[in-house]
Structure formats: structure tokens, C-alpha cells
């Protein structure tokens, strides 16, 4: 009896991990859980994209809910969802993070494209991207009037994903 166990012992361990794999497959990257959510923006003193000689910090936030975006030229994802930035800024304040990006490449994207940050951090050795646990561009976060994360979305921000998730989210931090 104890020979047959050993013997398909390694069937079982084989089939374990073939399980947690499946499962792991069907989750949806875009639903990656921050270990910031409810937490404030970290601390933070970086060159401001635009006028490198003035340090950003988050004292220089909104005083209002607002978007974090994560971006960069170089990303294909950043550029497709930047219409819909620029028409979510018309209503919405958005702060950028250009992640490890050459500074001069992101001011010629945002020349190009328009521009719909309010403030555009730069990111360009990733040390924000890291704070924030940014696991590659675009990311956009919720951050609600006194600096805190609401909600993180992993990768392209589109109009379904604006009017189904982020709005609701929205009113709910006004009318808290």
C-alpha cells in the first residue's frame, strides 16, 4: 500500500500545480490589488517634467479628487489611451508620471498629443513607479482630496472601463 502511494505521489504534486496554475491564468491582470489602496500617494521630491528645477512633491496635489497616470513615450498603450486623457481632463484634474522615460522624448509626446496634466512628474529612473509598485505602463490611480489612493487600474484606460469603474467611483468620493 505505502509503494503505491509513493508511486503516484508525484502525479498528485504534478497535478497541485497544474491547478494553481489554471488558476492563476484566469485572473485578470487588470484586477492586480495595491497594498496602497487606502493609503496615501507615498512621499516623494522629484524633478517636475517640465521645469526640472522645481521639486514635486505631494503638496503640490490637487485639493480635490483627481487621476495619477502612469505613462511613458515609449509606451503603445500610453499613447492610445491619451485622447481619452485629454477629454477626462476637461472635467478631472490628472497628474503624470513619466516612468522611466527620457525627459526630452515625454515633452515631445505631450507637444505632439496635447498635454492634459496639470502636473507632470518626472519619472525617469522609476523611483515613483517603484514607491507605487508600478508594474509597467499605463497605470492610472484614483487619488481623493486628501492624497489618498481610492483605486488602481493596471493597463489601458478605455471609456468602458472609465464609465463603468472610475466614474461611479468618482461620485461616491463627492458625495462621501
Not at 519619472?123 to 517603484?130: A, I, K, N, V, W
Request: glycine content about 8%; some cysteine.
Amino acid at each position: 500500500m505505502n509503494k503505491k502511494l509513493i508511486f503516484f505521489a508525484p502525479l498528485f504534486v504534478l497535478l497541485g500545480v497544474c491547478v494553481l496554475l489554471i488558476a492563476g491564468l484566469n485572473q485578470d491582470p487588470k484586477k492586480i490589488a495595491s497594498a496602497l489602496i487606502d493609503k496615501p500617494v507615498p512621499e516623494f521630491y522629484q524633478a517636475n517634467l517640465h521645469e526640472p528645477s522645481q521639486i514635486v512633491s505631494p503638496k503640490d496635489f490637487p485639493k480635490q479628487p483627481f487621476l495619477l497616470n502612469v505613462w511613458g513615450s515609449w509606451c503603445g498603450y500610453c499613447k492610445e489611451e491619451h485622447p481619452l486623457l485629454i477629454e477626462i481632463a476637461k472635467t478631472l484634474p490628472i497628474v503624470g508620471v513619466d516612468y522611466r522615460d527620457n525627459p526630452q522624448d515625454g515633452i515631445e509626446m505631450l507637444k505632439r498629443m496635447g498635454n492634459p496634466f496639470v502636473l507632470t512628474i518626472d519619472d525617469s529612473h522609476g523611483e515613483l513607479g517603484l514607491k507605487l509598485g508600478v508594474d509597467g505602463a499605463p497605470e492610472t490611480y484614483l487619488v481623493d482630496e486628501n492624497g489618498v489612493i481610492r483605486y488602481r487600474h493596471s493597463g489601458l484606460l478605455d471609456k468602458e472601463t472609465w464609465q463603468t469603474v472610475f466614474l461611479p467611483k468618482i461620485e461616491a468620493l463627492k458625495n462621501k
